[in-house]
């Protein structure tokens, strides 16, 4: 049997495609992002498991959730999860469309085929398409202190300049780098930390 990924590949492209073409790329990103949480959540498990209850009713719980959550609520875990994930766009005080008929249509799609548990790797493909779009790429940045937004900002422009892409910095502290930071975009990592130029250094005293 084909793994998650590899089925979840079709249904993250036919989505992409149609938000693409019709301007609702964002739009759906955001809501695939809370349905994944959702769906990865154990306590939806037995609603998600559960032969008795029709393929229609979860999905429309999934749908239900978001618009009451996220699109419609002043504040809530789900909208403060939008605004403090890495990379997102958001702040916590944006504000987001309720699901689309399209959108909806797509996740009883999903339903109906049993397929609800893809949406986690549906919402990584989708990202992976709209990166390629957008010809953006994921650096992921581990500093021994906290960025200011001063070296983010400079960080992220002079990533951008040097790979000619958008860039979107994913951060995070390692005080054991002792200063500096290691940067990985893909398969390359550039380590400009203390502990990495120690390390050369004693290789360079023990060659």
Excluded: C
Excluded at 26 to 45: G, H, M, P, R, Y
Excluded at 101 to 108: K, Q, R, T
Excluded at 122 to 146: F, G, I, N
């Amino acid at each position: 049997m084909a793994d998650l990924s590899t089925l979840a590949r079709p249904y993250a492209k036919a989505a992409f495609d149609y938000a693409n073409e019709h301007g609702v790329v964002n739009e759906w990103e955001d809501f695939l992002f809370i349905a994944s949480t959702i769906v990865n959540d154990k306590s939806f498990q037995p609603l998600l498991d559960n032969p008795a209850v029709s393929a229609e009713h979860k999905s429309a719980a999934l749908v239900d959730l978001y618009d009451t959550q996220v699109a419609s609520a002043s504040d809530s875990a789900f909208k403060q999860l939008l605004g403090e994930t890495q990379g997102h766009r958001h702040d916590s005080n944006a504000s987001y469309s309720k699901v689309s008929i399209a959108l909806s249509n797509f996740v009883n799609q999903l339903s109906e085929q049993e397929r609800l548990a893809l949406l986690p790797e549906v919402y990584e493909h989708y990202r992976r398409h709209k990166a390629l779009s957008l010809k953006q790429l994921d650096a992921y940045v581990t500093s021994a202190y906290p960025l200011t937004d001063a070296q983010r900002e400079l960080l992220e422009t002079r990533l951008a300049a040097s790979l000619n892409a958008s860039v979107v910095i994913h951060e995070a502290v390692d005080p054991s780098l002792l200063a500096g930071a290691t940067i990985k975009i893909g398969d390359k990592i550039i380590d400009d930390s203390m502990r990495g130029k120690l390390q050369q250094l004693k290789t360079q005293l023990t060659a």
